[in-house]
């Protein structure tokens, strides 16, 4: 593959990513943190394409129902005593 083709696929992928972030967080993430996320969607995508179930990153989820998600995500009652 081209470096081309390798630099629109990248800038596609990035695109893809950036509207789940403001200007200024995403202006704050550096390359991998950028990446990362792009391979965090792929994968959610590729399991929900599979069938499987699985919770949508918090990233890609708007402001409120990553606040709700957070605070749902307890120890509290996980069954298991903290010692």
Do not use: H
Not at 5 to 26: G, L, M, P, V
Not at 36 to 64: C, D, E, H, I, W
């Amino acid at each position: 593959m081209g470096d081309k083709q390798k630099s629109k696929k990248t800038c596609k992928a990035f695109q893809d990513i950036s509207q789940y972030f403001s200007k200024r967080e995403w202006a704050k993430l550096s390359y991998s943190e950028k990446t990362t996320y792009v391979y965090m969607k792929r994968n959610y995508t590729t399991m929900t394409k599979l069938g499987l179930k699985a919770n949508l990153p918090v990233f890609m989820q708007s402001k409120k129902q990553a606040v709700e998600s957070k605070d749902n995500d307890s120890d509290k009652d996980d069954g298991c005593e903290k010692q």
